[in-house]
Each structure stands twice: as structure tokens, then as C-alpha cells.
T-cell receptor, first 113, second 113 residues
């Protein structure tokens, strides 16, 4: 596709469950980013990949959060033992050159009940 | 500690008039600044950026002004159009980590026909 695709668009899960959120970046984009946006706030940086490797994961809030990008294209954000405070819109973005002029996907709205 | 601040949560402007959205930052290491626009249920869209070596950058109806000494930037939209109604995020990054972009909380702009 032409844009960044995120699936699912909505996810409702019970507290304590494991979830995976998927991001398909724009073809050829080497840089991929995950952000989290809570209600009334701006996107919060989680992690950045350059190719297959995590170049900066300083935004991951704790060890329940993990992300992979094994082949340098699709990425999966994994959240273990979900908590109600994890409820947010998780945004993925990609870029061919880095530096902030990203293309964002529409996000996955995660609700933990 | 919010490094990028947008102190006006909302702004209303008449169609055809100028919209001025303001942003302040606290981190003196920031040297690249961006504005993003977001419609409901969509991801943010990159609008315009400015490097710290400049004090103004213009793209059509959008102009960003940077005052480094005051750690302040603003986005001017002239003339404002109803389609400009959206949430606008100010964002910044530092040369030591260009790919870790920090976003402000956003300003919701309503352009009234």
C-alpha cells in the first residue's frame, strides 16, 4: 500500500493479557518508529528502528513492552501483562531518511478493561 | 517534565484571518523543530519544519518562526480555511538524537466559516 498500515485498528483486551500490535511501513523506508498517544496528550516516543535493529528504545516504559522488526520491514509491538494504564492509541511511523518528517499510520486504539 | 509546551489547548479563528499557534520548549539541545497536523481518527501528518540555523521557514500558507533566545516558535496560517481545523502538534529533536522527536500536547484549531 501507499501508506503506513497498522493492525488491528482497535483492540480491547482484559487486564493481564498479552497483545501484539502490527505495523507495515511504507515500502523501502528503513526507519520505523513507535509512539503512544494518551487522551489529551501528544504522541510519546517509545522506540525507533533503523533496519532490523532498535537504535533507540529509551521510551519504552518498562520491561512489559517489547518491539521487533526481524526483517527490516514489518514491526510488532508486544505488551505483556497489560494494565489499564496501557490504554492509548499506539502510532507507528516510517521514514526513508529519518529526522522527524515521518509518515504516520492511523494507529491502533488499545483498550485494557 | 514537559520539554515541548503548547499552552493553548484550543483556538478559534474566522475563515480568512490569520491563525497563530504558539510553542515553547525547555531543552536547549533541541535544534530541529516540526509541526504536525492531526484530523480525528487519523495519524499526524507532517506539515513544516525549521532548523535552528534559520528563524523563518515558509511553505504556501504556512510559516514557522523560531526565536531561539526565547525558546519559542510559532506557526502562522494565512489565510485560514475551514479545512485547517485540526489538532496541531509542535515537535522538536536534538542533533544528538534526531530520530527521537518529542511532541507537545497539541492545540485544537477551529476555523469558523
Amino acid at each position: 500500500g501507499a501508506g503506513v498500515s497498522q493492525t488491528p485498528s482497535n483492540k480491547v483486551t482484559e487486564k493481564g493479557k498479552y497483545v501484539e500490535l502490527r505495523c507495515d511501513p511504507i515500502s523501502g523506508h528503513t526507519a520505523l518508529y513507535w509512539y503512544r498517544q494518551s487522551l489529551g496528550q501528544g504522541p510519546e516516543f517509545l522506540i525507533y528502528f533503523q533496519g532490523t535493529g532498535a537504535a533507540d528504545d529509551s521510551g519504552l516504559p518498562n520491561d512489559r513492552f517489547f518491539a521487533v522488526r526481524p526483517e527490516g520491514s514489518v514491526s510488532t509491538l508486544k505488551i505483556q501483562r497489560t494494565e489499564r494504564g496501557d490504554s492509548a492509541v499506539y502510532l507507528c511511523a516510517s521514514s526513508s531518511y529519518g529526522g522527524g518528517g515521518y509518515t504516520f499510520g492511523s494507529g491502533t486504539r488499545l483498550t485494557v478493561v | 517534565d514537559q520539554q515541548v509546551k503548547q499552552n493553548s489547548p484550543s483556538l478559534s479563528v474566522q475563515e480568512g484571518r490569520i491563525s497563530i499557534l504558539n510553542c515553547d520548549y525547555t531543552n536547549s539541545m533541541f535544534d530541529y523543530f516540526l509541526w504536525y497536523k492531526k484530523y480525528p481518527a487519523e495519524g499526524p501528518t507532517f506539515l513544516i519544519s525549521i532548523s535552528s540555523i534559520k528563524d523563518k521557514n515558509e511553505d504556501g500558507r504556512f510559516t514557522v518562526f523560531l526565536n531561539k533566545s526565547a525558546k519559542h516558535l510559532s506557526l502562522h496560517i494565512v489565510p485560514s480555511q475551514p479545512g485547517d481545523s485540526a489538532v496541531y502538534f509542535c515537535a522538536a529533536s536534538a542533533k544528538t538524537s534526531y530520530d527521537k522527536v518529542i511532541f507537545g500536547p497539541g492545540t485544537s484549531l477551529s476555523v469558523i466559516p
